[in-house]
């Protein structure tokens, strides 16, 4: 299983935090553990179900039932969580 370094800013929080993920991973499923994440570490409700993880790149949203792979989402990616 490839996995992949992503960087993902989170303006809520003014931080930058880095994740490593599986590249087959679904955005949905990434999404929900970051949040389980931040909501261990710093205290952030996990009930944000409006969230939304864009490629920083071309300012996109990624689409929740697609992987990073098949998005094109590579080692490196800075992404923007919101």
Known sequence: MEKIAITVEIPALNGT?????????????AQNL?????????????????????DKEDSTALRLECS??????????KLLLI
């Open 68 to 77: 990073f792979a098949q998005l094109g989402i590579s080692d490196g990616a």
């Open 34 to 54: 970051m949040i389980r994440i931040l909501n261990s570490e710093y205290g952030i409700s996990d009930q944000s179900t409006d969230a939304i993880l864009f």
């Open 17 to 29: 935090y880095d994740f490593v993920v599986p590249s087959n991973m679904s955005i949905r499923n």
